[in-house]
């Protein structure tokens, strides 16, 4: 059995590196192991390293994934059949092959039952790997069945409900916010977690949201810049994050302007012009929504917003101590 593993890794690690050349040995081997499971029906590693060398295990899914549609989530299968069949006997019989087990063949039945429209069987498999010791182990598994439930009560009626959005947002809100690896935002999810609590109208924890992105980006600024060495990299990589800051501070008072809170949206707005630099005939600029408060242009703000973004010369003039005392502040807001 030993020996099965590592040639099953072996063709697993074949598809992983394969470039986009290499679909045409895909398709091929993809055909030799089915002419060989023909003879040996029950054979995992041949079962596994054909659910690995078709796409279906990386299906993209995020929680606007829609159910009952399989036109191209099927890869080298020809019908639904012949992967329910390979999952149900890896499942059936516990099958471990290195890092892939019960709890992610059930997720993937799971998506596979999603896609052919039968959702409650797609919920049923989901939660049942959810709380299997495998996908408590693997965050990265752990991920993707919570997105997978996710996008179930997103989707589950043809217009959201209150209840479907809270359990959306519940499990997206489980799935670790860095998820994709990205360095350009603190959460993957950022998107999913604001639409949902706009829905439902939780505007206190949306406030504490955007102050969550605030202090992130702020932290790591931060540590980028007492932590490298001065570098021109350094200096950008720096004023890259101290940007980010300051245009997180700039979406809250956005967002103030939008629900109508115009106090608090102008004081935010107002501080924020001690830590801009000024234009080209000196004057400091007030940033957005001040297109509605103090008729500032959009086209004006980007531009300048855009010069502080890319200025590298910029860092000699941060003071420390007044932006810690702003963001500090917020919190209080």
């Known amino acids: 059995m030993k020996l099965k593993i590592i040639?099953?890794?072996?063709?697993?690690?074949?598809?992983?590196?394969?470039?986009?050349?290499?679909?045409?040995?895909?398709?091929?081997?993809f055909a030799e192991l089915t002419e060989k499971l023909k003879a040996e029906p029950n054979n995992y590693d041949l079962i596994c390293e054909r659910i690995n060398l078709s796409s279906f295990n990386n299906t993209y899914f995020d929680i606007y994934k829609k159910s009952g549609n399989l036109?191209?989530?099927?890869?080298?299968?020809?019908?639904?059949?012949?992967?329910?069949?390979?999952?149900?006997?890896?499942?059936?019989?516990n099958v471990?092959?290195?890092?892939?087990?019960?709890?992610?063949f059930k997720m993937l039945r799971g998506r596979l039952y999603y896609f052919s429209g039968d959702i409650d069987k797609a919920l049923e498999g989901y939660l049942s790997a959810l709380y299997l010791?495998?996908?408590?182990?693997?965050?990265?598994?752990?991920?993707?069945?919570?997105?997978?439930?996710?996008?179930?009560?997103?989707?589950?009626?043809?217009?959201?409900?209150?209840?479907?959005?809270?359990?959306?947002?519940k499990y997206v809100t489980m799935i670790n916010p860095n998820s994709c690896n990205s360095n350009q935002t603190p959460d993957c999810f950022e998107r999913e977690k604001k639409e949902l609590l706009k829905f439902l109208k939780e505007e206190k924890k949306l406030i504490e949201y955007h102050k969550e992105l605030i202090f992130s980006e702020y932290n790591s600024y931060i540590k980028a810049k007492n932590g490298r060495p001065r570098t021109t990299d350094y200096i950008y990589?720096?004023?890259?994050?101290?940007?980010?800051?300051?245009?997180?501070?700039?979406?809250?008072?956005?967002?103030?302007?939008?629900?109508?809170?115009?106090?608090?949206?102008?004081?935010?707005?107002?501080q924020l012009l001690r830590f801009l630099p000024p234009d080209n005939n000196g004057e400091k600029y007030t940033m957005f929504p001040t297109e509605k408060i103090y008729g500032i242009a959009g086209e004006e703000?980007?531009?300048?917003?855009?010069?502080l973004?890319?200025?590298?010369?910029?860092?000699?003039?941060?003071?420390?101590?007044?932006?810690?005392?702003?963001?500090?502040?917020?919190?209080?807001?």
Do not use: M
Request: hydrophobic share 30%.
């Open 7 to 29: 040639i099953c890794f072996f063709f697993i690690s074949l598809n992983l590196v394969a470039q986009p050349g290499d679909y045409g040995y895909s398709e091929k081997r």
């Open 71 to 93: 036109n191209g989530e099927l890869s080298y299968f020809k019908n639904a059949t012949e992967l329910f069949d390979d999952l149900n006997k890896l499942i059936d019989n």
């Open 96 to 104: 471990v092959i290195g890092k892939h087990n019960i709890a992610e």
């Open 133 to 169: 010791n495998d996908s408590l182990k693997n965050q990265e598994l752990l991920d993707d069945i919570n997105i997978s439930i996710a996008a179930y009560y997103y989707n589950l009626e043809d217009s959201l409900t209150e209840e479907n959005a809270r359990q959306a947002l």
């Open 237 to 270: 990589n720096t004023n890259e994050l101290y940007f980010r800051t300051l245009n997180r501070i700039n979406e809250l008072a956005e967002y103030f302007d939008e629900v109508g809170n115009h106090q608090k949206s102008k004081y935010l707005t107002e």
């Open 301 to 307: 703000y980007s531009k300048r917003f855009f010069k």
């Open 309 to 333: 973004h890319h200025n590298k010369d910029y860092e000699s003039t941060w003071d420390y101590q007044e932006i810690t005392n702003f963001v500090e502040s917020i919190k209080k807001i």
